[in-house]
């Protein structure tokens, strides 16, 4: 079972970077995105007000953080030098990284922004004031198509993520709070990930537990991103469940429309139309597919069955070490891929071998919704099923003893 991911992935990484870096007039790619540090560097971090600048050459690779990073991330060894500030607005972070970029000898950069995000109340300069700046967007770019040893670590996420959707359905009765229920199965599972995998857990959480397993239930489930209820479980209910899991930074995606107890005629058709909605997108993936085609298909089904006004987003989105990744399976997406305001083209249009998409069209009445998501990688030749939970109907009724 794979719970991290190789140096020899990062050295891949950065070495594909400094040949997008070669064809450029740019001295250095610099990255202020916490994600895209991660991915090239290993170097995880929570962005906050205080701005985090990687930055790479043809021969070296250097890194600005507030002082109490340092300790974090002076190790890494794919990090020559470490420069600090002391913290924000006390130090001065653009002028650190700015001396940083004179001691790697840039003076040009190609980077993710021109300056640093404005994440929690974050005001400074724009780097571009310092230095000449072109932005890009390699590393988002990069991230669409996994590795082998990416979509390992998702497989394992989808393992543990269908372990604490297990516990979830078990625990779930009427009476129980929906949020006591989440945090126990949550618990439990992440017990079971932390016992099993041992030293080879690689930490990334804060407090919580790897795995995360929880849902919405009764009226919440008509709106796509509906709130826990603050109202216990009944019989007649409809819910909406998530399960994911976190391993070395990576999320697979696991969602059920689930009834305590037997549901009504009236609810077993919804279910049954969202059902084949999935399955219908689900048989269109394949490489060279047109992304915006599987969306079409889901969407001239609901058309058929008279449905289309209760859908409310597209098909579904890639996923890896963000819980959203583009490419979006959307109708909309070769238009898009064709704009002149993305850095996109037409051969980003059609899916490819190593992505990894969620598949969850959903119908939302007046009262309830009901969607599945599932997890699945494109390969050479098809595709390959990452989460495996039960989606049939016998499976997702919880029984009233």
């Known amino acids: 079972m794979a719970t991290e991911l190789p140096d020899a992935e990062y050295e891949d990484r950065l ?33 906050t007000e205080r701005p985090v600048v990687l930055a790479v050459t043809e021969d070296r690779a250097g890194i600005t953080v507030p002082r109490l990073e340092v300790e974090r991330v002076e190790s890494n060894p794919r990090i020559d030098a470490v420069h600090h500030y002391r913290d924000y607005p006390g130090g001065r972070p653009i002028a650190v990284a700015v001396e940083m970029l004179a001691d790697l000898g840039a003076e040009r950069v190609a980077a993710d922004a021109e300056g640093a995000p404005g994440t929690m109340g974050y005001e ?58 989440s945090q126990r199965a949550s618990m439990d599972a992440s017990r079971a990930m932390l016992d099993t995998l041992g030293e080879r857990y690689v930490p990334r959480t804060r407090g919580d537990g790897p795995v995360h397993a929880g849902y919405i239930t009764g009226e919440q489930t008509r709106l796509p991103h509906g709130h826990t209820a603050n109202r216990r479980l009944e019989e007649g209910d409809v819910l909406i469940t998530g399960a994911t899991a976190t391993v ?64 409310q987003h597209h098909v579904g989105h890639n996923i890896g070490l963000g819980g959203h990744e583009p490419p979006y399976i959307d109708r909309g997406w070769g238009d898009h891929c064709e704009s002149e305001h993305t850095s996109y083209d037409e051969d980003d249009a059609v899916m490819r071998p ?12 007046d009262t309830y919704g009901y969607r599945h998501s599932d997890t699945i990688a494109v390969t050479d030749d098809g595709i390959e099923w990452l989460t495996y939970y039960p989606r049939d109907l016998e499976a997702n009724v919880i029984s009233i003893e």
């Open 15 to 47: 070495e594909r970077i400094r040949d997008r870096i070669a064809e450029t007039d740019a001295d250095a790619g610099l990255w202020f995105g916490a994600t895209s540090i991660e991915y090239l560097t290993g170097f995880d971090h929570i962005q």
């Open 124 to 181: 400074g300069p724009p780097l571009s004031d310092h230095v000449d700046v072109e932005t890009q967007s390699w590393i988002s770019r990069l991230r669409w198509e996994k590795s082998d040893a990416e979509i390992d670590l998702i497989r394992e996420s989808a393992t543990w993520a269908n372990l604490g959707h297990r516990y979830l359905a078990e625990y779930t009765e009427p009476g129980a709070h929906p949020v006591t229920v």
């Open 248 to 311: 070395d930074g990576y999320y697979s995606e696991l969602e059920r429309t689930m009834f305590v107890g037997d549901p009504t005629d009236e609810q077993v058709h919804y279910f049954e139309l969202m059902c084949e909605a999935q399955t219908i997108a689900i048989e269109a993936l394949g490489p060279g597919v047109p992304i915006a085609d599987v969306d079409r298909a889901v969407q001239e089904y609901f058309e058929e069955q008279g449905v289309a006004d209760l859908a």
């Open 354 to 365: 190593g992505q990894v998409w969620t598949i969850e069209p959903g119908i939302y009445t």
